[in-house]
């Protein structure tokens, strides 16, 4: 990098930002200005920590803008000579979002941001070209980051609910594909019998004997797992000695349904050469029961995952619905499961059931519970308390979501609802999941939103009018 001192008046009237200046006007910027030439491929500007960010006048050369998306360097903006850079880091006073790098060797003006505050906020023909290209960019900006915050969102939130719904899709799978087994089983039974020479009364006796063993089966609780093991041991033992094949297949399913050495005994006298297709039989009629509940219980399971997400998003209903704050909440839950479930937080409800349903927007809300809890979750990391209530608070609905987490700094709190704020790392957070419960709790809902935080508990208090979004101004929500 080289520096030349200060650009000449004619360098900068080729910046259209000071068309409406007068020498006198422009020897200003003249002076608070300072020339950098830069080869190709050099770094102009970055968001690292605790950089101040520069408004940058491009003289020479191009520059193109960079951001860096889960590792992967990504070009945004190209930037070519002459014109301006940077002015909405220096007004909101934050951080670029990427970098900028040099494509040709350039030559810039930097003006520093407390001086471009300065001469912006005191010439008024520069301020009206500012805000005017301003305004388009940063409203470009925030709809991008709402969509990547959007996005970001339903890609954890699918992530989740694939791994939820796989578990029970595998056990139902894995239960299916056994129930062939049992199935062929059982339809090859009656085959079997005829080979072994067992008679018609013989037949009966055995059909008495499997329902006696399915009656078992229905009336009796789980055994402790040591106290499962022995009786499985003795009764392979019993299996071996019948002759019975493959008994260690048999064992768990019969012991299951309490059957013992002195019942297969008695089956054994009853069959005979036949002894081991009737425990075979036997034991598939046991086994067909226990996988058909366990399908309808994977399925069920699947299906109340699909119906949550189906409420949460509103997919069945029009734009404007009437619905329980509760349901909200309770979906959300569902739909965040998968944040919860290796963890050791407890979720505590308080709820008014008495309140009435609430006429909003399509998933909106839910997009406030969820970012609410998401963040809930992750202040508390493995361990900690959820608490969730809800209270009639004169015209408004109340909702409290509060945790036991570290609590937020203080000398933070007063940015939490900023666009763009994060205390995340850069890649790791837009900073627009609370700006969007905001916007939707005050724009949307004509609600409120506010926090209370200390260490060991931060609460945010959410008010939504009873009577509907065109809630009067006069209810605690419109305050």
Not at 315 to 334: A, F, K, P, S
Not at 367 to 382: C, K, R, S
Request: aromatic fraction near 4%.
């Amino acid at each position: 990098m080289t520096e030349s001192g200060r650009p000449t008046l004619e360098e900068l009237r080729t910046i259209d930002l000071f068309d409406e200046l007068d020498d006198t006007q422009l020897e200003l910027w003249r002076e608070a200005s300072e020339i950098r030439e830069l080869p190709a491929d050099a770094l102009v500007a970055d968001a690292g920590e605790g950089s101040t960010p520069d408004f940058i006048l491009l003289l020479r050369g191009v520059v193109q803008g960079l951001v860096t998306e889960a590792g992967r360097v990504e070009p945004v903006t190209r930037q070519t000579a002459p014109t301006w850079m940077g002015a909405i880091s220096v007004l909101t006073e934050t951080r670029i979002g990427g970098e900028l790098r040099s494509v040709t060797d350039v030559r810039l003006a930097v003006i520093a941001a407390e001086d471009f505050t300065r001469l912006v906020t005191s010439q008024r023909p520069v301020f009206r070209r500012v805000m005017r290209a301003v305004r388009p960019v940063a409203t470009r900006i925030a709809a991008r980051e709402q969509n990547r915050e959007r996005l970001a969102s339903l890609g954890t939130m699918a992530a989740g609910l694939a791994h939820e719904l796989n578990n029970p899709a595998t056990a139902a799978r894995r239960a299916a594909a056994d129930l062939a087994d049992a199935l062929d089983v059982l339809a090859s039974t009656i085959g079997l019998f005829v080979e072994s020479g067992i008679e018609r009364a013989q037949v009966e006796e055995l059909v008495a004997m499997q329902r006696e063993a399915m009656e078992r089966a229905a009336g009796r609780g789980p055994l402790s797992a040591l106290d499962a093991a022995d009786a499985e041991d003795e009764l392979l033992a019993s299996l071996e000695r019948l002759n019975v094949s493959e008994p260690w297949r048999l064992s768990e399913p019969l012991v299951a349904a309490g059957i013992d050495a002195a019942w297969l005994d008695r089956l054994a006298a009853i069959a005979g050469p036949g002894t081991s297709a009737a425990v075979w039989w036997i034991a598939s009629s046991l086994t067909t029961r226990e996988l058909a509940a366990e399908i309808a219980e994977s399925t069920e399971r699947m299906s109340k995952l699909v119906k949550a997400i189906k409420a949460y998003a509103f997919m069945d209903r029009g734009e404007l619905v009437e619905t329980d704050v509760h349901e909200g909440l309770e979906t959300t839950l569902v739909v965040l499961g998968h944040k919860l479930k290796h963890t050791s937080i407890e979720v505590h409800r308080d709820y008014d059931r008495s309140l009435p349903k609430i006429t909003l927007r399509g998933s909106e809300l839910n997009q406030v519970w969820t970012n609410l809890l998401a963040n809930a979750i992750e202040a508390l990391g493995d361990t900690g308390v959820i608490s969730i209530a809800t209270e009639r608070d004169g015209a408004c609905a109340r909702v409290d979501i509060a945790d036991t987490g570290p609590g937020i700094p203080e000398n933070i709190r007063g940015h939490v609802f900023d666009p763009f704020f994060t205390t995340k790392d850069v890649g790791e957070g837009t900073g627009l999941g609370l700006d969007t419960a905001r916007r939707i709790v005050t724009e949307r809902l004509n609600g409120s939103i506010d926090f209370e935080s200390e260490p060991g508990r931060t609460v945010f208090h959410v008010w939504l009018p009873l009577n509907g979004p065109a809630a009067d101004s006069g209810s605690r929500a419109a305050e």
